[in-house]
């Protein structure tokens, strides 16, 4: 090569040296960029944006969540998908149908509860460090017409020693089964045995993706705290709450069987653990349906109680504690932005569905801000012609119909009854959330409105109008009715149908 090759600074020794060194350097932090994370969704039933301890709640016994809320990222203002609770589920749960396009009832993970090992969105079989196995496990399923076993009944009470959860509410149907993937193992389900299976499930299932170090997703859905509340006898008369609390308290612990169980593996710190419920509480039930704390109804309805919810984000070493704004966020987040940030965070492609979410990773590590600025609240049951009945732009929301909901019955406050009918606005309410979260005083009720409020109700209704022209709403899957034989039974042959459905534990 000559003179000037000899001389080539790659030749020298000691720039040789040099470069090795800051290859070993860089090596780990490549391989600790290209590592997938674990994720860990874990999703309460039913309850409320007021019923823990770091929400509030003057007597939750809730130390697990508690920490989390600590050493994590607690939101203020996250809400779910939709205020029942099968839409809210799809939505965390795509490419199953949501709310632009119907609700799916047999889509996995909507009703049930269903475990991942693998890495969301990852189909490619060359890679052998990732688990395609789907598993849906320990999933009590009910029939019925909103998948929750025993809705009518007022007085079930599922707490050992006095164990009465079945035999007093006979719809029809087949008892709750406890499925095992597509295998029935108990019919009908024992409440009181059933979160400690669902907690050794949880275990063996994270020491196994660890013995394979194979990235994993656990999504542990729980019962709790939805009607029938119920604890295993560890838990029973613990709290100062009565049974909710109870029921709750046991829900708290196994958040704390979870962090444990990616401690003893050596996982907490290469694992997000995310923590929200699906809608919110069911005031029906009184002081046993959960609190929504100051918020305006509860469950069912479009008010900020029936869709604003306690959420947490827990990841040392990457959400530090302390930051953004010392572990407490108002950015807004919805559990629609779940699967973009989950999926960006894996390095997964997301399905090939219309999505309304968006990735929250820059918020999560004190970045940047939330991507979100809009919230849309659907009804139960929404439909073309109605779209969203409320919007939320920064800090203000507006509610172009209101209607109440069976769900947040039995409170003072009459819009949230049943009862009350679907009520167009026009012009809408208008709610400022950072000083009036309960929803109480409407800024348009005023003659005077200030020019400023005008120009934000305009920006609020091109939103609103621009999200109903893509809309597109599929089928109504509840429609079209249902069929008594397709009722999961252990014992298909059995006669006489529904009750001969009971099959002992194995």
Same mark, same amino acid.
Request: aromatic share 10%; hydrophobic share 35%; with cysteine.
């Given at each position: 090569?000559?003179?000037?090759?000899?001389?080539?600074?790659?030749?020298?020794?000691?720039?040789?040296?040099?470069?090795?060194? !800051?290859?070993? =350097?860089? !090596?780990?932090?490549?391989?600790?960029?290209?590592?997938?994370?674990?994720?860990?969704?874990?999703?309460?039933?039913?309850?409320?944006?007021?019923?823990?301890?770091?929400?509030?709640?003057?007597?939750?016994?809730?130390?697990?969540?508690?920490?989390?809320?600590?050493?994590?990222?607690?939101?203020?203002?996250?809400?779910?998908?939709?205020?029942?609770?099968?839409?809210?589920?799809?939505?965390?749960?795509?490419?199953?149908?949501?709310?632009?396009?119907?609700?799916?009832?047999?889509?996995?993970?909507?009703?049930?509860?269903?475990?991942?090992?693998?890495?969301?969105?990852?189909?490619?079989?060359?890679?052998?460090?990732?688990?395609?196995?789907?598993?849906?496990?320990?999933?009590?399923?009910?029939?019925?017409?909103?998948?929750?076993?025993?809705?009518?009944?007022?007085?079930?009470?599922?707490?050992?020693?006095?164990?009465?959860?079945?035999?007093?509410?006979?719809?029809?149907?087949?008892?709750?089964?406890? !499925?095992?993937?597509?295998?029935?193992?108990?019919?009908?389900?024992?409440?009181?045995?059933?979160?400690?299976?669902?907690?050794?499930?949880?275990?063996?299932?994270?020491?196994?993706?660890?013995?394979?170090?194979?990235?994993?997703?656990?999504?542990?859905?729980?019962?709790?705290?939805?009607?029938?509340?119920?604890?295993?006898?560890?838990?029973?008369?613990?709290?100062?709450?009565?049974?909710?609390?109870?029921?709750?308290?046991?829900?708290?612990?196994?958040?704390?069987?979870?962090?444990?169980?990616?401690?003893?593996?050596?996982?907490?710190?290469?694992?997000?653990?995310?923590?929200?419920?699906?809608?919110?509480?069911?005031?029906?039930?009184?002081?046993?349906?959960?609190?929504?704390?100051?918020?305006?109804?509860?469950?069912?309805?479009?008010?900020?109680?029936?869709?604003?919810?306690?959420?947490?984000?827990?990841?040392?070493?990457?959400?530090?504690?302390?930051?953004?704004?010392?572990?407490?966020?108002?950015?807004?987040?919805?559990?629609?932005?779940?699967?973009?940030?989950?999926?960006?965070?894996?390095?997964?492609?997301?399905?090939?569905?219309?999505?309304?979410?968006?990735?929250?990773?820059?918020?999560?590590?004190?970045?940047?801000?939330?991507?979100?600025?809009?919230?849309?609240?659907?009804?139960?049951?929404?439909?073309?012609?109605?779209?969203?009945?409320?919007?939320?732009?920064?800090?203000?929301?507006?509610?172009?119909?209101?209607?109440?909901?069976?769900?947040?019955?039995?409170?003072?406050?009459?819009?949230?009854?049943?009862?009350?009918?679907?009520?167009?606005? !026009?012009?809408?309410?208008?709610?400022?959330?950072?000083?009036?979260?309960?929803?109480?005083?409407?800024?348009?009720?005023?003659?005077?409105?200030?020019?400023?409020? =005008?120009?934000?109700?305009?920006?609020?209704?091109?939103?609103?109008?621009?999200?109903?022209?893509?809309?597109?709403?599929?089928?109504?899957?509840?429609?079209?009715?249902?069929?008594?034989?397709?009722?999961?039974?252990?014992?298909?042959?059995?006669?006489?149908?529904?009750?001969?459905?009971?099959?002992?534990?194995?």
């Amino acid at each position: 090569m000559g003179p000037q090759g000899r001389q080539h600074p790659w030749l020298h020794p000691w720039v040789l040296l040099h470069r090795w060194v !800051l290859l070993l =350097l860089l !090596l780990p932090l490549r391989a600790a960029a290209a590592a997938r994370p674990n994720f860990v969704l874990v999703l309460a039933d039913d309850l409320g944006y007021g019923d823990l301890g770091c929400y509030g709640h003057p007597s939750s016994a809730t130390p697990n969540l508690d920490w989390l809320a600590a050493r994590g990222l607690r939101f203020t203002d996250f809400y779910s998908a939709a205020a029942v609770c099968s839409p809210s589920r799809s939505g965390i749960n795509p490419p199953c149908p949501g709310i632009d396009e119907g609700i799916n009832p047999t889509c996995p993970g909507i009703n049930g509860r269903s475990w991942t090992c693998g890495v969301p969105g990852q189909t490619d079989s060359a890679d052998p460090s990732v688990s395609r196995d789907r598993r849906t496990v320990l999933t009590p399923r009910c029939p019925g017409t909103d998948g929750q076993c025993c809705g009518p009944c007022q007085n079930l009470t599922c707490f050992p020693p006095d164990t009465k959860c079945f035999g007093t509410c006979d719809q029809g149907v087949v008892p709750l089964p406890l !499925l095992w993937n597509l295998s029935i193992i108990q019919q009908p389900v024992s409440f009181p045995e059933l979160v400690p299976l669902y907690n050794k499930f949880s275990r063996d299932f994270i020491a196994d993706c660890a013995r394979q170090r194979r990235p994993f997703l656990l999504y542990y859905a729980s019962h709790h705290t939805h009607y029938p509340q119920f604890s295993s006898r560890e838990f029973a008369g613990r709290t100062r709450r009565g049974p909710f609390g109870d029921a709750l308290a046991e829900f708290d612990d196994s958040v704390g069987q979870l962090l444990q169980a990616l401690r003893d593996n050596g996982l907490e710190s290469s694992t997000l653990l995310f923590f929200t419920s699906d809608n919110g509480p069911s005031t029906l039930r009184m002081a046993r349906g959960g609190s929504a704390g100051h918020l305006r109804c509860g469950k069912g309805t479009t008010y900020e109680g029936g869709m604003r919810e306690p959420a947490m984000a827990y990841w040392p070493g990457r959400i530090a504690p302390g930051e953004p704004w010392w572990g407490v966020t108002h950015e807004l987040a919805s559990a629609l932005d779940v699967l973009p940030t989950l999926s960006a965070l894996a390095g997964a492609a997301l399905p090939r569905v219309a999505l309304d979410g968006f990735d929250l990773s820059p918020l999560l590590f004190g970045e940047g801000r939330s991507p979100r600025q809009a919230v849309f609240f659907y009804p139960p049951s929404p439909d073309p012609l109605h779209g969203p009945f409320a919007v939320r732009l920064g800090k203000y929301k507006a509610h172009f119909f209101t209607q109440g909901s069976f769900h947040s019955d039995t409170t003072p406050d009459q819009a949230c009854h049943g009862v009350t009918p679907r009520t167009p606005h !026009l012009p809408p309410l208008l709610f400022d959330l950072e000083t009036d979260p309960g929803e109480l005083y409407d800024l348009l009720g005023d003659p005077a409105v200030s020019p400023e409020l =005008l120009e934000v109700l305009r920006d609020i209704t091109v939103r609103k109008v621009l999200l109903e022209q893509r809309l597109k709403f599929g089928d109504s899957q509840m429609a079209k009715g249902g069929d008594a034989q397709l009722q999961p039974c252990c014992a298909p042959g059995c006669s006489p149908k529904p009750s001969c459905c009971r099959c002992s534990p194995r």
